[in-house]
């Protein structure tokens, strides 16, 4: 795929610095572009890359373009922008319509003609698969499943039974969708097994990281809306709501029955405890633990830096005594009440 | 599958408030019940569901079924008669009997007549299925593994080698069970692998989540005693000990030689390191680590509840200068050692 | 396998004490060899076991040699020589030349004729499959891969696209390498993909953990040098760069394009934010989040050790009023301004 700056700025409405007639055939890093590159430009820290870059356009901020040597194209977003004209010049493989060989389609499954299924794919009973979704190598749609037009499940996907997947999502190799949910209840012989009969229920433009795991629903359905991004590695127990375009870093984890609001952040291996309500427009930091409701947008934080051991330990040992140290400032103040 | 109240009663030790002919079909949540709905009531947050529930019927403490509007089964532990119940209603799918023609079967072994082997599944050599046990698609047992009677592996679980499970488990896809555990030694030239070269034995009534892991044995091997319940995306490494009825939330993690007694409950994302004892009934909270022996049963628990990142990063500069505020306090009581 | 005692110190340069026609065939724990058992002693908390073991031969240090009751290698690094004795006696498993008659080959792919391809393993377009190379069943080695000499795949391990892999590595079963990075750009609208177009390469001598994921690089690849060690469910994020013989422990993360040095060491639910850098030789306590670049060598943590729950929670509740505490002391101290 090959573009002209000029064309790129009316698509993208973007305004060209240079020669609108600059073509550009891939995308490169400020530091390894060639002429035929379009590389961005948008965190200071790169700026002296920016100076020497070879590429032959970059996209950056009307504010920035003093720095370019080379041609530009202006933009308010300059990664948003740039996310879209990479798209243009690496399109997603397109994979060819037609079920390989060694597939095994059980016959009660509804296949579109115009769907991929890949090598040592397994469709079950009643499954349907949309028009020019794309079902990876070795992956597996169980009974009931439903996958919507132009959704690609990557290779040794699962979906258990019962996932109702929108269109256009992508579900990254490895990841499972509808397994059951952890649900046990004690007695005087061991825990007993709480049948997990709900189902997953996503919407669409939801991408699905790998090895990721979003169980089932206990009795009602686990619900991923619209636009959710989740990485590599989450866990979504069961019953969980996700709230449209919320995104979620890897090793993260959702317990059971929480409500997520929309366009909620969470850094990587945060965690939030099972029935609780997250409301909308919540960021939560890296490895930090959520354990009661947010009612109010902002961002939360619950994680310590790491210092060197030597220093660490000898903190955590005065926090191991504040206790004392707080009975002291009282006895200092000639208090008999602890404060 | 249907069942009346009164033979639902005397099945499961219960007592009817109403109709003892009143027929349930399924089980379903308060809110969302219909008059063919078995639903239950014990978390005092849902009482206004309780209130206006349409259920067929509802399972509860006899000190709630004055808020019931229709028939009830009164038992001690309402979660514990509804997962009995509910099992009946809505029993697991039994898989037929029988090898799928694209199934994979070393001819040394031994599969049960009532074993299910599903679509491109692959037993190695001198394996055993056990009967009425079931194999999923895409699924794997290694070399010399021996899977018990009634016991389901899901799609794309991998049983390395050496792995023995009992009877009556639950393998969610995407589990690895008997991979090399983390053994490295290291010299002057990188590390040098030590060979893994035990197994893994897994009781009866195990379950194990999606995408966990448990690795084999160093020399011996890891073992997981009878009705322990592992969530998703669990690391067990080699040579642990998990006792009986042990269970463990999503994302924690057990460290090499790590023994656990009976009846332990984990937190999701909490850890423990190796080579420590943890006694029966221990209770750790989530995003906990465990960093030596707990001899004595209870909660133990180590994480901070997150704040508004303003209000938290104050803190934790405050944490930080723990050492100067213990300075002072000395300086202000006159003393001249440190306490 | 078997060996003499007097062969095996030769060739591993350690001494003998005892009769050196000493024959072992197998390794075993000290508590549990019998005559024909290796054993290895360096762990101190075993010398009853080394006093009473039955072992054939021991390996350990010169020092510990007078509690030894059976022949001895002694060996400077007990656990290194152990380590090499262990894999000469349990030489891993070398898999047949061949394809399985269910592998689907794509026709542009090149598969060494000494490499082993699994049941229902899938090789795509243009990949290659280098000599005594094995792939595990249901594994799948996606366009443009390139899987080196003596590097296995274990069952179900997906390398996407692009991954290079060098020589003698191992990927243990569920491993998803060269899945896309988590690259997203805000919009009125929600999440725009930000595509991955990069690649992973990934040096000799690498292991990388069962259910792993090391996502592909953005623009340029993701990098894992050689000898580096990678337990199970890690994530590595796009772009990120890890030195030689560096080792992560599991449920561990490295966020984008961070640089991690050589020979570091990650302890287990370990993090590290993105776009850092780390020296070489640096250690992670477990469960410890780096947040900022570490330019100086040496052991870090910021990790808190737990404790019974009522007494947590105390010093939580007292950790939350520090800032009232240091306003008393400085009140104490007569002073106005905040320290």
Known sequence: MQAQLGDLAIRFGCEVVGDPATVVTHVATLANADSESLSFFSNPAYREELKRTRAGAV???EADAKDCPVPALLAEEPYLAFARIATLLHPPEVLPPGRHASAVVDPSAEVDASAHIGPHAVIGP?????AHAAIGPNAVVGPRCRVGAYTHLHANVTLVQDVVLGERCIVHPGAVLGS???G???S???WVKVPQIGGVRIGDDVEIGANTTVDRGAIEDTVIENGVRLDNLIQIAHNVHLGEHTAMAALSGISGSTIVG???????QSGVVGHITICDDVVVGG???I???INEPGFYTGSFPAEKDKVWKRKVARFRRLDELARRVRALEGGEQES
């Open 59 to 61: 996209v950056l901020r």
């Open 126 to 130: 009643r499954a349907t698969v949309g």
């Open 180 to 182: 059951d949910g952890f």
């Open 184 to 186: 046990n209840a004690p």
């Open 188 to 190: 005087d012989t061991g």
């Open 262 to 268: 929309r366009r909620c952040m969470f850094g990587g």
């Open 287 to 289: 490895a930090t633990m």
């Open 291 to 293: 354990s009661k409701d």
